[in-house]
Structure formats: C-alpha cells, structure tokens
T-cell receptor
C-alpha cells in the first residue's frame, strides 16, 4: 500500500523567513506521480505542482521550490521569503492506479503553516 | 481556465432532510470525484466517475448517492444523514482519471447536519 508522511503537523515562522515542508512517501510502483496542494482557510485545494518519478530535477516557481530525491523517497517543498498569504495547510499526495485503472490520490496528513507578520 | 464550481457554499440540514450538492466543470474533463474532508484531516475519496460511469465507490454509506448527468456535472444526493457526516465536501475533476492526471478541486461545500 502507498503511504505519504508529513511529519510536521504545524509550523510557524516569521514573515520573510524561508521554510521547508517535508514529504516522505512509500510506493512499490516504479512509475508514480507526486503532488503538492495548498488549502487556505477558504477550503479550496489549490494545485501547486506535479512531478513524475522519472524527473528528479528540482523545480523553482517564483518563491516556491521543490526538491525531489528518489534515493530518500522525499519530495520537499521550500517557500523562500515567506509571506502572510502563504499561511495555509499544505498537502503532499501520491497518485496510484486503482483496480479500475483510475487514479487515486494518497494524501499526507498535511502541514499547517502559519506566517507571523 | 482551471475552475471547478460547487454549490451551495454552505448547507445546514436536519437528519430527515433530502438535499443535493452540485459540482460543475467546463474544462472538458471526463473524470470527476467527490471527497469528504473532516476538520484537520486530509480529503478522503468517496466516488469517482469516469466518462459518466461510476468507477470507484469507496464503500460509502447509501445515504450518499452520486449522480453524473453529463461530463460537466456531478451531483451528490444526501438523505437521512447523521451529525458525523458534517464535513467539507470537495469535488474535483481531471482529464480522464488516469494516473498521470492532475486533479483540480472546487471550493467545497461545508455541510452541517443537525
């Protein structure tokens, strides 16, 4: 069975600090996809990034960057120069095929990030 | 336009009521999903429709009844719910429902059962 672990339940940092959210996953599949979603207080899950298991290049998008390391089964997310608007719950997720061939997402338990002004 | 809309935003219902949640997407996606999310927990998959056919039912109680009238619309009919069914109900859609897909989520309906 697939599993995603987000060991950090809650993190608080002062605005403009950098913060890294950890994600460790377990899977027996050789082909898989990893995702990060942001859930602000409004409730909507906002897609941030998708990474497939064959692409270990790190990715940067503005203040956001992702570090994918297959050797340690980790897909960590760093926010540089954090802002109050980054306050949200962040979920890491792993896709797996169901018995019917459809995708199922296995979510981690989430990390609640609070940026203190 | 990666938009999934859900109505209503909030719903309060009694245990004897019948109500429906509605989800709509206009991205041409052929897979749609219902999730239930309790406070401080990750979303839990309830149902998946692929090409308007129910392909996954995660052993959800029959008081929840999904319906997919067409590829853009997904409903969740609610009947005789229990207070423990109070949660945020999220709808999502993706291209075809395959493992390479990205699921795009709506804003959710916050349901309170009295």
């Amino acid at each position: 069975a697939q599993k995603v672990t987000q060991a950090q339940t809650e993190i608080s940092v002062v605005e403009k600090e950098d913060v890294t959210l950890d994600c460790v996953y377990e899977t027996r599949d050789t082909t898989y996809y990893l995702f990060w979603y942001k859930q602000p207080p409004s409730g909507e899950l906002v897609f941030l990034i998708r990474r497939n298991s064959f692409d270990e290049q790190n990715e940067i998008s503005g203040r956001y960057s992702w570090n994918f390391q297959k050797s340690t089964s980790s897909f960590n997310f760093t926010i540089t120069a954090s802002q109050v608007v980054d306050s949200a719950v962040y979920f890491c997720a792993l896709s797996e095929p169901s018995n019917f061939g459809n995708e199922k997402l296995t979510f981690g338990t989430g990390t609640r990030l609070t940026i203190i002004p | 336009d990666t938009e999934v809309t859900q109505t209503p935003k909030h719903l309060v219902m009694g245990m004897t009521n019948k109500k429906s949640l509605k989800c709509e997407q206009h991205m041409g996606h052929r897979a749609m999903y219902w999730y239930k999310q309790k406070a401080k927990k990750p979303p839990e998959l309830m149902f998946v429709y692929s090409y308007e056919k129910l392909s996954i039912n995660e052993s959800v109680p029959s008081r929840f009844s999904p319906e997919c009238p067409n590829s853009s619309l997904l409903n969740l009919h609610l009947h005789a719910l229990q207070p423990e069914d109070s949660a945020l109900y999220l709808c999502a859609s993706s291209t075809v429902g395959g493992v390479t897909d990205t699921q795009y989520f709506g804003p959710g309906t916050r349901l309170t059962v009295l």
